[in-house]
């Protein structure tokens, strides 16, 4: 247990700039999360309070069990719309048991070393993934600039702007941090007409409470739920080592693959 927590030690702690560079880029990806948290929980179906403390649950644990350093895993447009017709037609609690189901299957993917396929996924196939993201990304904004006051857009324009010009006056401060922090603090003094996260659903007020899915642990259960869980699996599985082999080309590293697929299974 000793040599567990040095090893974590000297990975997260033993170099202070690193750290202080793992804070910031934590902290603008956590305002970043909670409206695509709350937008993928709307369209799963599910109340927004769901998508937000599954992200934050997901995030930390394959933190500390995940496989590839610098990486975030969080909610996913890919798995909200496959699980939108199960929540529908059963409820969440099964979506709930179905997330279960697929953690295990991402486990057993992780000792079968199915991480291993990844080595035969071309290269065009990888640039074809990060441009469909970005892709998925824009058109999911699109809602938030149909019909909206001029407030707005400029809004849009001053982050662009804020993201683009300020690393040329500093970098010691994340560009993408500075501009929600000035632009929220804009909008609120002013009280602009722009929407807000808070439209999108309603916010947590407090933490949730543990309990297991209330269903039936029938064969029909595992028959509903089979089949949405290993399609999860395999889709969460794909986008996350894909994303993980991305990191290791942009940082010129390599990542435990089998790891990562363990620590997707343990987080879901």
């Known amino acids: 247990m000793t040599q567990f927590f040095s090893r974590y030690r000297r990975q997260w702690f033993s170099d202070a700039r690193t750290a202080r560079h793992d804070i910031m880029a934590g902290i603008v990806v956590a305002l970043a999360l909670i409206p695509e948290a709350i937008g993928f929980s709307i369209i799963a179906g599910v109340d927004p309070r769901v998508g937000l403390y599954a992200s934050v649950a997901i995030a930390i644990t394959i933190a500390l069990i995940g496989g590839r350093p610098g990486m975030i895993s969080a909610a996913t447009a890919a798995v909200a719309v496959l699980v939108g017709p199960l929540v529908r037609d059963h ?5 709930f048991a179905a997330t279960i189901l697929m953690g295990v299957v991402q486990i057993i993917a992780g000792l079968l070393r199915l991480d291993l396929l990844m080595q035969f996924v071309s290269r065009s196939v990888i ?4 441009n469909a993201l970005a892709i998925l990304i824009f058109m999911a904004q699109l809602p938030q600039l149909t019909n909206v006051s001029w407030q707005t857009y400029a809004m849009v324009l001053g982050g662009l702007a804020i993201i683009y010009l300020f690393p040329r006056i500093t970098k010691a401060v994340p560009a993408p941090l500075v501009a929600i922090l000035l632009l929220s603090a804009l909008s609120i003094g002013l009280g602009l007409p722009v929407h807000t996260v808070g439209d999108m659903g309603r916010l947590p007020e407090g933490l949730p409470s543990l309990a297991l899915p209330d269903v039936p642990l029938t064969w029909d259960t595992l028959r509903i739920i089979l089949p949405y869980s290993v399609t999860m699996a395999a889709v969460g599985l794909l986008e996350s080592l894909l994303t ?11 990542s435990d693959k089998q790891r990562e697929c363990m620590g997707q299974g343990g987080a879901n």
Do not use: K, N, P
């Not at 409820?91 to 979506?95: D, I, T």
């Not at 640039?127 to 990060?130: K, R």
């Open 91 to 95: 409820g969440v609690e099964y979506l």
């Open 127 to 130: 640039t074809g993934f990060i």
């Open 244 to 254: 993980a082999q991305i990191v290791d080309d942009m940082t010129d590293s390599d």
